[in-house]
């Protein structure tokens, strides 16, 4: 290779690492305006916030974190929304916090949501046991997805892929994806009301 060669392949390396390093120092804005927007109430609907624990505020770091409860036509549905502008590490793959709280997957599947995908859990751990009862199998189902506020989707890797992208492109590489997590809290309730019914009335944040 020519002198003149190495040169240019040098320089050209030099500028890409100088307006990579550039790229990194401009702001990335995070998704908590898209999060102000979704709404608390609605038809047949409240919600009321739910602070993270210590344990869960440790483990997000710079991440932002926001829980609700949600009460529809009786039913009560938990949603968390993890948003890892500041802490892409924070925001993984779900299963393995299903798992690590004790739940067994046994069916795990991708179903269709307006926009996208979603992915649907089936879920079952035993029962702690008390004086009066041995141990039983406590089932419940759960879903999450991703959401940039247009695309919805259910791979962890292509957030990985998303965000990844955006942390060099800065503001030209879209907003923000964000994990939504959703899981009844009452006993023998499953998640498709809240599939077919409750969430085409929230917009995606």
């Not at 916030?49 to 829980?67: H, I, N, P, R």
Request: proline share 5%; hydrophobic share 45%; charged share 20%.
């Amino acid at each position: 290779m020519r002198q003149n060669q190495v040169i240019v392949l040098l320089s050209a390396l030099l500028l890409l690492i100088l307006a990579a390093g550039y790229m990194r120092t401009l702001e990335l804005e995070d998704a908590s305006k898209r999060i102000a927007l979704f709404p608390q109430t609605g038809p047949g609907f409240t919600a009321r916030s739910v602070a993270l624990t210590d344990f869960e505020s440790d483990m997000l770091g710079e991440a932002s974190g926001y829980k609700w409860i949600y009460t529809w036509k009786g039913l009560r549905y938990a949603i968390t929304i993890l948003d890892g502008t500041h802490n892409r590490q924070a925001v993984h793959d779900p299963r393995y916090c299903f798992r690590g709280a004790g739940w067994q997957i046994e069916t795990d599947e991708v179903i269709s949501l307006a926009g996208g995908s979603a992915r649907k859990l089936s879920l079952k751990k035993p029962a702690a046991k008390n004086m009066l009862q041995d141990s039983r199998e406590v089932r419940s189902e759960a879903l999450f997805f991703y959401s940039n506020g247009e695309l919805v989707f259910d791979a962890p890797l292509e957030y990985w892929l998303r965000a990844t992208l955006r942390r060099w492109l800065r503001t030209y590489g879209g907003d923000e994806p964000v994990l939504i997590m959703i899981q009844p809290l009452d006993a023998g309730v499953g998640i498709l009301p809240a599939i077919h019914e409750f969430l085409p009335m929230l917009p995606m944040p």
